[in-house]
């Protein structure tokens, strides 16, 4: 069984740049996370989708944050415009059951 | 707020002894978890451990939990150098998210 991918695994840009994040989770995981690790400080959640529907969003750090699961499957965060505290290492994870969530390798953002 | 605090922050320690991390966490949980993350890698899941339970072994790892003082500890025996990583408690409330705390690099030295 594949487990949960993201792309790209590093990305550089400039303040004021856009980027897309994306995230496949395990095949038939309803549930999908996205969370966040900044300046070596703790994971953080940002937001969990089942399906296609938002189910909480309330790690979302501002509107600057988007994200997104259409037709229930992947999902992309894009961040528009990156500011540099933004830099970090963004985690999805997905799961059958609530607790039991699996972690993909992480996409290093670095904004300059 | 923060969850979960893990201590020491940084531990070094020769193959073979063993390795304790310790957690703290604020408020009541439903599970708390153990994950590794090994360097540029993702999270691994280590081992899960219910609010009603005490122990729990897994191969040469062991987590305790005690909920009256709100803290775990992972004890991983006869450490190797494959150990190295960042060890991360993570604890669910009421909810399907999970909080993690800062997090322990283990350094094991061959």
Redesign the interface.
């Known amino acids: 069984e594949a487990g949960?991918t993201?792309f790209p695994s590093h990305s550089v840009i400039e303040k004021g740049q856009t980027v897309t994040l994306r995230c496949d989770p395990i095949s038939g995981h309803d549930?999908l996370?996205w969370?966040r690790r900044v300046m070596g400080?703790?994971?953080?959640?940002l937001l969990?989708f089942v399906k296609e529907s938002k189910?909480?969003e309330?790690?979302m750090p501002n509107n600057r944050f988007l994200a997104e699961r259409t037709g229930g499957t992947y999902s992309t965060l894009k961040v528009q415009p990156a500011e540099l505290e933004d830099s970090g290492v963004y985690?999805c994870?997905s799961?059958r059951l609530?607790?039991?969530?699996?972690?993909?390798?992480?996409t290093r953002l670095t904004v300059t | 707020s923060q969850q979960g605090e893990e201590d020491p922050q940084a531990l070094s320690i020769q193959e073979g002894e063993n390795a304790t991390m310790n957690c703290s966490y604020k408020t009541s949980i439903n599970n708390l978890q153990w994950y590794r993350q090994n360097s540029g890698r993702g999270l691994v899941h280590l081992i899960l451990i219910r609010s009603n339970e005490r122990e729990k072994h897994s191969g040469r790892l062991r987590v305790t939990l005690d909920t009256s003082k709100k803290s775990s500890s992972l004890l991983i025996t006869a450490s190797r150098a494959a150990d190295t990583a960042s060890y991360f408690c993570a604890t669910d409330v009421r909810t399907d998210k999970l909080i993690f705390g800062t997090g322990t690099r283990l350094q094991v030295f061959p």
């Open positions: 949960v993201q549930n996370y969370y400080k703790e994971i953080k959640f969990h189910q909480d309330s790690g985690f994870a799961s609530a607790y039991e969530q699996y972690f993909g390798p992480g």
